[in-house]
């Protein structure tokens, strides 16, 4: 297998704030990470997919300037929720792409809860 | 419509007993399938991965595929507690690393 983290694994920020979720692939390079939200008892919804040394690309509806993805490295991905809302408040999931041996692997990591007050 | 459909559930089942999860969708193009299982507030954990029609085993596990139905399943044998989660079903297309999930069944295996 492979691992991927992120951190925080819980956060509690004011509404109007800004808050940065990392995610990292611990022992593989990772070109290709996604970021998902799940809101309870929902599915994942992927938001973005990001991409080392590129821009990310957004989902419909997702709004980037909002969920400012940055993939600085074949390791880190981040995301910034920047003026967060209550309504942002949920659990989010990142993603990492191993490839090794011509198979492409998704792993997960363990999520961000948010919550904005 | 949604183009991944899972029943939510809850569903509880006595210990040691088949378990039997599903999901149909409408986009005829995924070709990749796979069942994932999440623990409360954690990340999803591939359980099965498989690729068009047909059956695979792992262990408990069994994973269907009937493209020409649309509907997938995954069948848990000898049910455990420590089996108790929500179980998500994915799909993806050919060449595209994107996943579409179903909502998710949430299921207790009751000792």
């Known amino acids: 297998g492979a691992v991927v983290s992120q951190h925080p694994s819980w956060v509690i920020c004011k509404s109007g704030t800004s808050v940065k979720i990392e995610c990292r692939s611990l022992d593989f390079q990772a070109t290709t990470m996604f970021w998902y939200r799940q809101f309870p008892k929902q599915s994942l919804m992927l938001m973005a997919t990001s991409n080392e040394g590129s821009k990310a690309t957004y989902e419909q509806g997702v709004e980037k300037d909002k969920f400012l993805i940055n993939h600085a490295s074949l390791t880190l991905s981040t995301l910034t929720v920047t003026s967060a809302h209550p309504e942002d408040s949920s659990f989010y999931i990142c993603?990492?792409?191993?490839?090794?041996?011509?198979?492409?692997?998704?792993?997960f990591g363990p999520g961000t809860r948010l919550t904005v007050t | 419509q949604k183009e991944v459909e899972q029943d939510p559930g809850p569903l509880s089942v006595p210990e040691g007993a088949i378990v039997s999860l599903n999901c149909t969708y409408s986009n005829s193009a995924f070709q990749y399938f796979m069942w994932y299982r999440q623990y409360s507030r954690k990340g999803p954990e591939l359980l099965m991965y498989t690729y068009s029609s047909g059956n695979k085993e792992d262990g408990r596990f069994t994973a269907q595929v009937d493209k020409s139905s649309k509907y997938i399943s995954l069948f848990i044998r000898d049910s455990q507690p420590s089996d108790s989660a929500t179980y998500l079903c994915?799909?993806?297309?050919?060449?595209?690393?994107?996943?579409?999930f179903g909502t998710g069944t949430r299921l207790t295996i009751i000792p």
């Open positions: 993603s990492a792409l191993k490839t090794s041996g011509g198979a492409v692997e998704q792993y």
């Open positions: 994915a799909m993806k297309l050919l060449g595209n690393e994107k996943l579409t």
